[in-house]
């Protein structure tokens, strides 16, 4: 597995707030995700992914 991020490096990296992560997480929208112990990772390719998926959205509305 590769390098994993926490849930404040993931929102400083997309600019959404700790809100709108667990908004994310209750609606099933948030990018895949484990615990170790309390803590919540998120691997980098989820990320990306993740990052990739709302891109194309926006662009499609914007359309």
């Avoid at 309390?38 to 926006?58: F, G, N, Q, T």
Wanted: with cysteine.
């Amino acid at each position: 597995m590769g390098k994993a991020i926490s849930i404040a490096e993931f929102c400083r990296r997309t600019g959404v707030s700790r809100g709108t992560w667990y908004n994310l997480k209750a609606r099933g929208e948030a990018p895949r995700h484990y615990m170790i112990g309390a803590r919540v990772l998120i691997p980098e390719d989820s990320v990306k992914v993740w990052e990739e998926s709302h891109i194309a959205v926006y662009e499609q509305r914007s359309l």
